[in-house]
């Protein structure tokens, strides 16, 4: 997608976005750094992403992800820039010197960058998946691999994930990658990349293929990062959990990937599935990477795709409940944040809901049983704000709605359509007594749509 399609779309998207006094220009991290929402600037350019990043920030987004920055496999499939070639050297999606653009034009703008890095493994080169040569990268040799000792790049293993162990993940290739053993040397190559990283001002990293990688090694990573950046970076780990990993055998030592709240929210959101079934379930750690899809799950992508959506607007229906919630750290596909317009409306309702609760406002998440419907979904945040989702094809109303043992009541306004709805007290409980209008009360919400509200002045609802 060009640059100038991509900006144009968030122009039109960010004309519905605004809601004077409500919305503000600062873009906070939460307190520990954690990041508010990512936006994955999947296999984009980087002088492409320094086109539109700030577009981002007023859209609400914390931090932005890159793919990997290291020479790696040729070709312009997306696969090949997890084969790294040479972590000495940065080119493919750019230079080091439009890296640093990016990333100075970011920080511009108040917003972070995350770097994937790509340790596991190095590319796979001759195209078979038994044998590699392993003297074709820079500074390696094969003593730096997990090879067979007589035979020099002949894969050693195969990867067994329900053996009961997790000998085969940690010492066998994924494929025909060829599969690095963390040795001193290794460990030197792969920190000089951190930091040549950390150097041009990269505020984290994402580790790809973590739960292939020793937790002691990872850990010594995490150190040097905080030792280099002054504790500032924020990082994650990609860990997808298997019979013989968990995500808990990894977030001891960082944030990881929630794969158990994908597969509890697409069970969810999927045609059939209930919304009553929430919330989902997830790793025990509000530092996880939550997401509705990212690219190891989207089918078009890759023929391994794991659990995919067959409906691509439910995996953006569960984008939209992800971003609503207040645990965890949502990471946004960028293909999502085009094609469904409540998506950016989600992450500036996120971005709000972060800066009242850092000002000490109740912005707790609760689901309200207000409708019993399998389809229909309204989630509070205190008394700040709320979400109504509608995953039916059809609209859905109800002419009064009972929000007694809810925290809302005043006056709120949606995010990205600007109408306001008026919760009131009547008779000692309370109703939505507006929706759009005075002559109009309980809840109307079309299909396949989600809608966010944040509290404001009664003013506003006059």
Known sequence: MSFKTY????ASVLGALLLGELLTSSNPSLANGQPTAIFHAFNQSYRDVEGFVCDLADQGYSHIQISPAQKSNPGSEWWKRYQPVDLGTIEGLGTAQELQSLIDQAHRCNVGVIADVVFNHMANLDGGDRFEDLTKYPGLSPADFNTIASNPGAKPCDINYQDGNRDTELNCWLGG??????????RAIQ?????????????????????????????????????????????YLEVIG????????????????????????????????????????????????TFGQNHDTIRSLNDKAINP?????????????TLARESGTPLVFNDDNLKAAYVPAGVKFRQVMAQRGQEGRNVSEQILRVVDSSTVLVMERGAEGFLVLNKGTGAFERAALDMTLSNLEGCYEEVRNGFTVAIEQRDGKKYVTRWGSWGRGGLNVQGRDALYFIRTTFERCQ
């Open 309 to 321: 959506y067959q409906e691509i607007t439910d995996a953006h229906l569960a984008t939209a409940y």
């Open 7 to 10: 900006a144009g779309a968030i």
């Open 242 to 289: 298997d019979r013989d990993t968990r995500a808990e055998d990894y977030n001891w030592i960082a944030a990881v990937s929630d794969f158990r709240f994908y597969n509890s929210t697409k069970q969810a959101f999927t045609f059939g599935g209930d919304l009553r079934s929430l919330p989902a379930d997830a790793v025990n750690d509000s530092r996880s990477i």
């Open 177 to 186: 990658l060829p599969d690095l053993k963390f040795t001193d040397n290794v």
């Open 191 to 235: 920190k000089a990349h951190l930091k040549l990283l950390l150097d041009l001002g990269v505020d984290g990293f994402r580790f790809d293929a973590a739960k292939h990688i020793p937790g002691e090694v990872l850990s010594e990573y995490i150190d040097y990062i905080n030792q280099e950046s002054g504790g500032r970076a924020w990082n």
